[in-house]
């Protein structure tokens, strides 16, 4: 039978949980005072005025157009990302072809070219679309990604076995149906981790927007930049905005978190 934890790994788990939702209650702190907060007493108890600050959110910047550009972004390039790279995937993991391993191979190296060295050349190809200012251009370049292959390609290796693949295609599945019947349901859990971390990276992505929309055309961190663009940074009004952005973030988090438990437990039982 397995030991049951002690009182001090609890007392250890409880600690880093709160050091990791502190940052977010300290925001939220910071939001529901005004400015005063950062040079008066320290206090940990919420003040009154969050929705007040959050109203001049709304105010100073075009806040639920940017919060719309980023939902339409960042849910189009997850699930692009998952169904492109678990069809990857599983063509890399369970399909023979020639120069599979090469063709795998520079997948994985792109992940060493840093992105900012492509923003000029990307930024070209996009006014030359006539893409430049429009939501196409933050889109389309993200609609896969190296990493989402590599990660979808190393779970489906051990999750599916070979004979389960050519069990499926004997019985007359055409190769499209064994991977919506036999791949998709394994890759579930490495799939929602895959769109967690993507829409993430895509909700909290601030450079290449930056670069390529219009100030009348943001995503939800371009807006929020402008909120501290001033002499004068009211951190009351920017944390507030912080903590408004941060929210379907947890939200999305809340709604995959039993997958991405499976899918870490599943990974830690294999190793």
């Known amino acids: 039978m397995m030991k049951r934890p002690s009182f001090a790994i609890y007392g250890i788990l409880a600690a880093f949980v709160l050091g990791s939702a502190f940052p977010f209650y300290w925001s939220f702190l910071v939001a529901s005072r005004d400015n005063s907060v950062l040079t008066g007493d320290f206090t940990l108890v919420p003040g009154g005025n969050f929705w007040t600050n959050a109203s001049r959110v709304f105010d100073t910047v075009p806040f639920w157009k940017a919060l719309g550009n980023s939902f339409i972004v960042s849910g189009t390039v997850t699930f692009s990302v998952v169904l492109l790279s678990t069809l990857a995937g599983f063509a890399f993991a369970k399909l023979k072809f020639r120069g599979r391993g090469v063709?795998?191979?520079?997948?994985?190296?792109?992940?060493?070219?840093?992105?900012?060295?492509?923003?000029?050349p990307l930024y070209m190809a996009m006014a030359e679309f006539g893409w430049a200012g429009e939501l196409e251009a933050v889109i389309v370049p993200n609609?896969?990604?190296?990493?989402?292959?590599?990660?979808?390609r190393q779970y489906l290796v051990d999750a599916i076995p070979d004979e389960l693949v050519e069990a499926a295609r004997m019985d007359g599945c055409s190769l499209w149906r064994a991977f919506w019947h036999v791949a998709l349901p394994a890759a579930r859990p490495a799939a929602a981790?895959?769109?967690?971390?993507?829409?993430?990276?895509?909700?909290?992505?601030?450079?290449?927007?930056?670069v390529v929309l219009n100030a009348d055309n943001p995503t939800l961190q371009v807006a929020l930049e402008k909120l501290q663009s001033g002499y004068y940074v009211d951190y009351s009004l920017v944390l507030a905005g912080t903590t408004l952005a941060t929210v379907p973030v947890l939200i999305v988090f809340l709604v995959l978190g039993r997958q991405i438990v499976a899918g870490v437990m599943q990974g830690a039982v294999k190793g």
């Open 103 to 120: 063709l795998f191979l520079f997948v994985v190296a792109t992940l060493a070219v840093p992105t900012q060295l492509g923003i000029i």
């Open 193 to 210: 981790m895959l769109g967690v971390f993507t829409f993430m990276q895509s909700w909290n992505d601030f450079l290449w927007p930056l």
């Open 143 to 152: 609609l896969v990604t190296a990493f989402g292959v590599f990660w979808m």
